[in-house]
């Protein structure tokens, strides 16, 4: 797949497909432990255009620091306690913070979270009545022929076989969407890390339901291939797929945001070359560096327009 048309809304706000929302009074979020009703969704998220998500609750407290301490000087009327104020709290399973016109929320490890966190905020941005969004992943990933640091950004996300649409299963059968990101907004964030001067690839990655066997480590606690066998599959995933790199949400994010209208955008810091080995053992500074590196590129992108006013 080379290309994919999103067929947006003109005013870029989110597209529900699921009439019954119709008929529901409130509607719980049961995981973020908001309601359409008691709160005022269009008040509190209505001017809201990025979404940023990311697995652990550590690194989106981090982003959501960083961001308001970023704006605070230039954005006069920003609530000094947006960064502390977990506006998840009362579901007790995710952190979500709002600085400016930026969601921050982390979405755990793998296909099942990342799914709920995605229903549930597509439908608090679309009672938001949000406009001209773009959700972006920020993540870390294993890279495949791309060393520790790279900047990893999607091109499509492929599903542990190798197919490029995330199948979705619903009341016991599957439904295949196209799982290709939008080439405008993977332009415009690699002028974002070319800028920042950071290496960076873009390229197709493979989601997998699994960290060890799913990404043919040879470390898990089962193994039933080769390392010989572990390598050729790496390195035809690179040379025949353009597989570029290895994480575990990336093809359902994608997915989700296409189905649901909205850009989106996969960027993942590798931890290392998958060519090389499958512990991760590279200093924790480093690893630290190559995240921060990430937020910062991030930063830059959700605050241009804000600050190009
Ligand atoms: C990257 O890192 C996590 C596994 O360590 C997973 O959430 C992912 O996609
Ligand atoms: N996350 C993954 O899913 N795989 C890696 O190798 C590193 C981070």
Redesign the pocket.
Same mark, same amino acid.
């Given at each position: 797949m080379t290309s994919y048309d999103l067929q947006m809304n003109s005013d870029g706000s989110v597209q529900l497909q699921n009439e019954n929302l119709k008929n529901i009074d409130v509607d719980f979020l049961y995981h973020f432990g908001i309601d359409n009703k008691t709160t005022n969704l269009e008040k509190a998220f209505g001017d809201v255009n990025f979404v940023v998500m990311g /697995?652990s609750e550590g690194r989106m407290e981090s982003f959501a620091k960083a961001l308001y301490n970023h704006l605070k000087d230039k954005l006069p009327d920003l609530d000094p306690q947006c960064a502390q104020n977990d506006l998840a709290k009362k579901g007790g399973r995710y952190v979500m913070f709002k600085i400016a016109n930026t969601l921050i929320l982390n979405h /755990? *490890? /793998?296909f099942g979270s990342l799914s709920i966190a995605l229903h549930e905020v597509l439908k608090l941005l679309f009672y938001a009545k949000a406009k001209n969004l773009t959700f972006i992943r920020m /993540?870390? %990933?294993g890279g495949v022929g791309q060393e520790a640091g790279t900047i990893c950004i999607t091109k499509t996300g492929y599903t542990q076989l190798i197919e490029p649409y995330f199948p979705y299963a619903a009341c016991g059968k599957v439904i295949k969407l196209p799982s290709t990101a939008c080439d405008e907004t993977i332009k415009n964030f690699s002028e974002h890390v070319d800028r920042a001067g950071l290496t960076y690839a873009i390229g197709n990655t493979v989601?997998t339901d699994d960290?060890y066997e799913g990404q043919g480590r040879t470390d898990g606690a089962f193994c039933h291939y080769t390392s010989e066998e572990k390598l050729q599959w790496l390195r035809e995933l690179s040379s025949v797929h353009n597989v570029i790199n290895f +994480? *575990? +949400?990336?093809c359902l994010f994608i997915a989700s945001c296409n189905r649901a209208k909205v850009k989106s955008l996969c960027a %993942?810091a590798a931890m290392l070359n998958r060519l090389n080995g499958d512990q991760i053992t590279s200093p924790k500074a480093d690893m630290v560096k190559y995240v921060e590196d990430l937020i910062n590129v991030c930063i830059s992108f959700v605050t241009e327009p804000l600050l190009s006013k």
């Open positions: /697995g /755990g *490890m /793998g /993540g870390t %990933c989601s960290f +994480e *575990m +949400e990336a %993942c």
